[in-house]
């Protein structure tokens, strides 16, 4: 594959890079950080098994990036067939409720930029006759919850965005995978209290490679996600008013 990777300097993102250029895949990173971006490349030019490894700057929060990002990724690739998105931020409904500015942050770049930069990749993709999208939601977004109001109101809508593309664009050959990662240990949820079936980077890395290579539409991990979510879904009104999950 020749994937790119937006959001892999680190947790989850570095972790699906790492995997990709440790089997023969050419990774592409896209952040915005320069040094963080040097320092992943050359981790990963120390992994690869004949692949290549580059990156550019790409700002989630800056719309105005995502096309220069992605023609320095198809030059460096010679046409890259695959992105994975993992960059997203996350406040706690704390915060979130004390600062508007940073709801609107939120909101705007888990969602409206998010869907902006996959628009991009859509198109390109389709242009060759299609390829391979991942974009990191999160379980967060299957239920309106007390702790993740806010976060997951915004992964709602990217979930529902990803599905209809899969629906729309499948038979034209673009495969849409939606992550939805449960309590994963990253620097995102450092300092938050994990739960007992909280999982690893890696395990989500290799679940999310094999479900690419399967053109699979839809990813719990860990896969204990998967029922914990189905029981969610199904929970009455008036228990999600109760508990505090
Ligand atoms: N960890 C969990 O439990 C969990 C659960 C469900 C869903 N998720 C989702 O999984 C994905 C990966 O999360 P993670 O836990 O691996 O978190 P992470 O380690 O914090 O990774 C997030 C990535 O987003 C990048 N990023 C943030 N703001 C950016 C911006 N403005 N422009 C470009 N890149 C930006 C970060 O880059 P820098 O480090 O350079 O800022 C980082 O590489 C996210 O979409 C998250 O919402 C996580």
Not at 4 to 11: E, L
Not at 205 to 227: C, F, G, H, I, Q
Request: proline letters at 4%; glycine letters at 8%; hydrophobic letters at 45%.
């Amino acid at each position: 594959m020749k994937v790119i990777v937006f959001g892999g300097t680190s947790g989850m993102g570095r972790a699906v890079a790492r995997r990709m250029v440790e089997r023969g895949d050419s990774v592409f990173l896209l952040g915005n950080v320069q040094e963080e971006l040097e320092r992943s490349a050359e981790d990963l030019r120390a992994r690869a098994q004949g692949g290549s490894v580059g990156f550019a700057l790409c700002d989630l929060a800056e719309p105005d990036t995502f096309a220069p990002a992605l023609d320095a990724a198809d030059q460096a690739l010679a046409s890259f067939d695959t992105v994975v998105v993992t960059a997203a931020l996350f406040a706690s409904q704390d915060a979130l409720e004390a600062d508007i500015e940073l709801t609107r942050k939120l909101v705007t770049l888990d969602y409206a930029n998010t869907v902006v930069f996959c628009e991009h990749v859509r198109k390109r993709l389709l242009s060759r006759g299609g390829g391979r999208l991942a974009v990191f939601s999160s379980v967060a977004g299957d239920r309106g919850r007390k702790p993740v109001a806010i976060y997951g109101s915004a992964k709602a809508g990217l979930s529902v965005y990803l599905e209809a593309m899969d629906h729309k664009y499948h038979a034209a050959g673009l495969s849409v995978l939606t992550v939805k990662p449960g309590f994963v240990k990253t620097t995102m949820t450092a300092g938050l209290k994990p739960p007992p079936f909280a999982g690893e980077p890696e395990q989500v890395a290799r679940d999310v490679v094999r479900a690419l290579d399967k053109r699979k539409p839809v990813l719990y991990t860990p896969s204990m996600w998967a029922l914990v979510m189905l029981v969610i879904r199904f929970l009455p009104r008036f228990i999600m008013r109760k508990i505090n999950f």
